[in-house]
């Protein structure tokens, strides 16, 4: 592997970061949507192998206190390779000093839970296709 990392999104196909997304798992959105929320987002990573995308990542916050992780995608061909450690390592790099939330697909709990992250006690979500997200296991 040729692992590069690119940090702002000029010149990302959208198409193929939605692919990522879908064949990781993740919920998938439109296209233009997908743009648009990875570029609003206070921090993100694109993760390619030579020139091909394998996985990706992004970060919401206030710049001082508080963000929240998204969409941590990667190529099914590509898991237990590090590559997820990567993105969480980046996206941590520029949160650094401020709490974050994120919310994982069940399955990859213990993934988070080996990088330090903890089952909150306290935790309330809204989403806007609540009987979805109970079906995967993301609520009660």
């Known amino acids: ?66 963000a929240g992780i998204y969409d941590i995608a990667v190529l099914p061909e590509y898991h237990k390779k590090g590559i997820g450690r990567i993105i969480m390592k980046e996206l941590e790099s520029k949160l650094q000093n401020m709490n974050i939330l994120l919310y994982a697909n069940p399955t990859a709990q213990n993934f988070y839970k080996k990088l330090g992250y903890s089952k909150m006690l306290t935790g309330m979500a809204k989403f806007k296709n609540e009987e979805s997200m109970r079906n995967r296991g993301f609520i009660e």
Request: proline share 2%; with cysteine.
């Open 1 to 66: 592997m040729n692992i590069n990392l690119k940090f702002d999104c000029n010149n990302i196909n959208w198409e193929i970061i939605c692919d990522v997304i879908e064949k990781a798992g993740l919920s998938t959105h439109p296209v233009k949507e997908t743009q648009i929320a990875f570029e609003n987002s206070f921090v993100r990573v694109f993760v390619f192998d030579n020139d091909k995308l394998i996985g990706t990542g992004r970060a919401i916050s206030d710049g001082v206190f508080q």
